[in-house]
């Protein structure tokens, strides 16, 4: 039987997880339909569409921008989320929970996106165990992925901003809703001000896409850089390569997360190393 899911989103058009999915769904021999689901902008209509999806018999479903936080919204009210998404208060995966008919069941928010980020880190063998890491950007990217990156055992902790207030103002939200993150004691700084040799710097702005480039520090160096956008060179990532770092974009945050979504849906594990180079390759047919 086909097992029904779709990525909901504004615009959509663009969205890469279908063809993501279906390498998944081929890697463990079950047949699934998963389509890109446009949606108006507004609370209503993005209820509406979850709701008809779940009563139509869907088992998934992703959920994208602009939506991540309708769909928490939607989690808290009606049904439950998990750590990750309660503490970032940002929904990207749901689906139902317990048994009987669609009525039946509790719909449950989560958000993969940050175990996604720290598994790809892992994956290219960056150590994140005490590792001293900076994060730029303190909006919807750097929120998701926070609490994973403290939870894999890092030492230190700085976010960002161009705007110092906004940094602030995300790590009070963060502690308040974590033991964890309150514990950690993350450092925040404005962009500009953000100097020394980190381990590793990630990227959670997405400036990088129009071409632009940070105000980055003369002195800032790192071991590693990862951006968290994909799909183009990034200043962000040649900046920190010419100065001798090892640099990935986040098309493998993109795979990692969907991955953990499969996984929630449908209890099956995903190879994603394999699953990266079946994708790869079917690009350059």
Request: aromatic letters at 8%.
């Amino acid at each position: 039987m086909t097992q029904h899911f779709i990525v909901i989103g504004n615009p959509i058009a663009h969205s890469k997880s279908p063809e993501i999915h279906q390498t998944f769904a081929a890697q463990v021999g079950i047949d699934i339909s998963y389509r890109r689901q446009y949606c108006p902008d507004d609370v209503a209509s993005f209820d509406a569409v979850v709701a008809a999806f779940f009563n139509g018999g869907g088992v998934g479903a992703n959920v994208t921008v602009p939506f991540k936080q309708l769909a928490y919204a939607l989690c808290k009210s009606q049904g439950r989320l998990s750590e990750h998404a309660r503490v970032a208060g940002a929904v990207n995966t749901l689906l139902l929970t317990g048994d009987g008919s669609p009525k039946d069941k509790t719909l449950y928010g989560d958000n993969t996106d940050g175990q996604g980020l720290v598994n790809h880190i892992t994956s290219l063998g960056w150590t994140l165990t005490n590792a001293r890491i900076a994060i730029i950007g303190a909006g919807g990217a750097a929120r998701g992925v926070i609490l994973p990156l403290i939870q894999a055992g890092i030492g230190q902790l700085t976010l960002a901003n161009r705007t110092l207030s906004k940094a602030q103002v995300l790590v009070d939200e963060l502690s308040a809703a974590s033991n964890t993150i309150n514990e950690h004691a993350v450092e925040t700084c404005a962009t500009t001000e953000l100097t020394g040799t980190f381990d590793l710097i990630i990227n959670a702005t997405s400036i990088g896409l129009s071409g632009d480039t940070l105000p980055i520090a003369e002195d800032l160096n790192c071991h590693y850089a990862y951006d968290m956008m994909y799909g183009r060179a990034l200043p962000f990532l040649q900046h920190f390569a010419a100065r001798g770092a090892q640099t990935s974009d986040g098309y493998g945050m993109l795979i990692g997360q969907a991955a953990l979504s499969f996984e929630r849906w449908t209890a099956h594990t995903i190879d994603v190393t394999q699953a990266t180079s079946a994708i790869q390759a079917s690009k350059k047919r």
